[in-house]
């Protein structure tokens, strides 16, 4: 699955390195030298991560830089109160399973395009949002991702259902 590739590429970023490898024939410490290399490594490393608590969505040529909402807190606030959303950003819900997923606009006053994902993180579905309306946007079909973008965007760039996402998460 591809966010399972992901999430282990990212906890080999954030959790191994080269400060935990052992030289062959070696007794298995380290100098100060090699910790410190091994941090500039790391931190190399995580400057090619999105910033922590986002996630780079990606489509082929075309990226959105995400928030990342995980918890049902964090989805149950969503984008509500933005008075703006900049072009090529948006909101990324991250669910434990999927499902068919519903989203409203109560409080949002930006009107959202939705991209549904499955676990292959395929789109299933988009719809548009208008503001500030408790009309509710089911997923045509099971879901364990939602992409929330500024209106238009999925149309602008030419992404339909069936398109394949890339998402690389940052630390946190």
Do not use: K
Request: glycine content about 8%; aromatic content about 10%; overall charge negative.
């Amino acid at each position: 699955m591809v966010f399972s590739r992901y999430m282990v590429l990212l906890l080999f970023f954030l959790g191994c390195g080269p400060s935990e490898a052992q030289v062959p024939g070696g007794s298995g410490r380290s100098s100060p030298q090699d910790h410190s290399e091994a941090r500039a490594s790391r931190e190399t490393e995580l400057q090619r991560l999105p910033p922590p608590g986002h996630a780079w969505v990606i489509f082929e040529s075309d990226t959105v830089v995400a928030e990342v909402a995980r918890t049902s807190e964090e989805r149950e606030m969503g984008l509500m109160y933005r008075e703006r959303l900049p072009d090529g950003t948006g909101m990324l819900f991250v669910f434990p399973d999927a499902q068919i997923r519903s989203f409203w606009m109560r409080n949002t006053f930006i009107p959202l395009d939705i991209a549904y994902m499955d676990g292959e993180l395929r789109i299933v579905d988009i719809q548009t949002m208008d503001p500030q309306t408790e009309d509710s946007h089911p997923s045509a079909q099971p879901a364990m991702f939602a992409l929330e973008v500024p209106r238009g965007w999925f149309e602008r760039m030419e992404i339909r259902v069936g398109a394949l996402a890339q998402v690389v998460f940052g630390p946190g």
